[in-house]
T-cell receptor, first 112, second 111 residues
């Protein structure tokens, strides 16, 4: 099925470890986004990429880096994980002609 | 500073009755508003939207109302069905650029 694919679905990290969350979309969308969802906070934008080759900070970028590898793929990296980064992470993409995003199913990350 | 606020964390409604979800925003530059629905262990899915030039948009059982002067929008679900039990997020954007989300309202439809 066409859409946004995120890997892994679950991950447990120790404080200080690093990891990369992968995201790929097959809808030929230009824009891609990384959000985190925390209880009582809704979804908050971490980083986004308006088009291939560009990335920009969102609302909560500290502790994260991103790479827009090509038009399909947008990865999120935690260089040194902290317990405050325990969250559910969603990747999304959006085409030029439509409002509204298509979201992946999420990555549940726990940092202990 | 949250620009989109959903002040009711939860809503319980009987099957067949109306569900009304509310959302307030502070940024007067928002020009498009959306509602997303989310089931556990899934990503949010688009439900319905409204442009700032309209005050109502209807899609089947779902209607969104926008009151720009009050910076308020609401989602009406009539009639509510058990499959509507989910978390509903209100979102807004300016110039089709980056969505800002509210904290969400968990709807439970009782049989």
């Amino acid at each position: 099925n066409a859409g946004v694919t995120q890997t892994p679905k679950f991950q447990v990290l120790k404080t200080g470890q690093s990891m990369t969350l992968q995201c790929a979309q097959d809808m030929n969308h230009n824009s891609m986004y990384w959000y985190r969802q925390d209880p009582g906070m809704g979804l908050r934008l971490i980083y986004y990429s308006a088009s291939e080759g560009t990335t920009d900070k969102g609302e909560v970028p500290n502790g994260y880096n991103v790479s827009r590898l090509n038009k399909r793929e947008f990865s999120l990296r935690l260089e040194s994980a902290a317990p405050s980064q325990t969250s559910v992470y969603f990747c999304a993409s959006k085409g030029p002609a439509t409002y509204g995003y298509t979201f992946g199913s999420g990555t549940r990350l726990t940092v202990v | 500073d949250q620009q989109v606020k959903q002040n009711s964390p939860s809503l319980s409604v009987q099957e067949g009755r109306i569900s009304i979800l509310n959302c307030d925003y502070t940024n007067s530059m928002f020009d498009y508003f959306l509602w997303y629905k989310k089931y556990p262990a899934e990503g949010p899915t688009f439900l319905i939207s409204i442009s700032s030039i309209k005050d109502k948009n209807e899609d089947g059982r779902f209607t969104v109302f926008l009151n720009k002067s009050a910076k308020h929008l609401s989602l009406h679900i009539v009639p509510s069905q058990p499959g509507d039990s989910a978390v509903y997020f209100c979102a807004a954007s300016q110039n089709d650029y980056k969505l800002s989300f509210g904290a969400g309202t968990t709807v439970t439809v009782r049989a």
